[in-house]
């Protein structure tokens, strides 16, 4: 087998990143995407990603994420393990496995507690090749607004940007500042949210919002997704949905998305409007043996890479 050399990402990887990306999913996306996503802005000493090397070309690219959590005043690190490809030619040599088990070597190196991953059915294989463990899945609140050919032939007459620009125009008046301390929950366990975790999330066109008292974090991309719901007393959350989905209706969005954990006060609402479809997937594996079991980790949707 070729060898490939392994080592964490860097800045000076991006170029061909960007290169690798669109040779394997067809799609152009900038430099910032990656530099932003994989906080390549931030301190070295934070960053996890693996890349694998061939003639000093990077041939091959394991995402990972590290993030902090508070669980009854002990401070843990857990890392969200996300994009995983790979160069044609190197397929089904081992390669994946050795990205990956570098990942979880440096895991141990840094005592990290857990490495847990969101997936479709397709990337779900991976998880149960190597045998992690599997936890609820999230739950899918869908809303179709109009056909998708519609949204089609809106893109090819007015352009890629006319659907953010309206929307951006629709939701200005309810726009409000977003804060990591707004994001934070009022127990015992939570995610440490920071400005580097909402600096990382400016890779795609994000509005937080509040209408009928709810606050509202959304993602626009070929959709539109409510990725995070926070509810003020006296919040009409019936309304706040229906405000949005005349914004995005009006704005050439055909698709609203909500995803909930299951048996949150979210999804016992979303009940109330919606049919839940199952989501993605969500799959972990033990680092520390020491840590708490891994449900006293408040694993929201915002957390990972697919919001």
Not at 66 to 84: A, G, K, M, P, V
Not at 193 to 218: H, Q, S, T
């Amino acid at each position: 087998m070729e060898s490939i050399d392994l080592a964490l990402l860097e800045e000076k990887h991006v170029d061909d990143l960007v290169r690798l990306y669109a040779e394997i999913f067809g799609k152009k996306v900038t430099r910032s995407f990656f530099i932003q996503k994989y906080g390549l802005h931030l301190p070295s000493d934070k960053q996890m990603s693996v890349v694998g090397l061939y003639e000093g070309k990077v041939v091959g690219f394991f995402g990972a994420i590290r993030q902090h959590y508070q669980h009854e005043n002990t401070r843990y690190s857990l890392i969200h393990i996300c994009d995983y490809y790979l160069e044609k030619r190197f397929r089904g040599k081992g390669v994946f496995d050795e990205l990956y088990l570098e990942v979880v070597r440096r895991a141990k190196e840094e005592k990290v507690a857990y490495l847990y991953a969101y997936t479709s059915e397709q990337t779900a294989k991976f998880s149960l090749k190597h045998r992690l463990d599997e936890a609820p899945a999230f739950l899918r609140f869908e809303v179709q607004l109009f056909p998708k050919w519609i949204k089609s032939g809106l893109v090819r007459t007015m352009g890629e940007e006319w659907s953010l620009r309206r929307l951006e125009k629709r939701l200005k008046k309810y726009e409000v500042p977003i804060t990591p301390e707004i994001l934070m929950s009022h127990g015992s366990s939570n995610m440490i949210y920071d400005d580097d975790f909402l600096e990382m999330k400016k890779n795609a066109p994000r509005f937080f919002v509040k209408i009928a008292g709810c606050l509202l974090w959304l993602k626009l991309d070929y959709r539109l997704t409510i990725g995070w719901i926070k509810k003020e007393e006296g919040a009409d959350f019936q309304q706040a949905l229906n405000t949005l989905k005349s914004a995005a209706r009006s704005s050439g969005v055909h698709h609203l998305v909500i995803h909930a954990t299951p048996k949150s006060a979210n999804d016992l609402e979303l009940h109330s409007y919606l049919e839940a479809k199952p989501s993605f997937r969500v799959f972990y594996q033990k680092i520390d043996t020491n840590a708490p079991a891994f449900d006293a980790f408040p694993i929201h949707y915002i957390n990972g890479d697919l919001f």
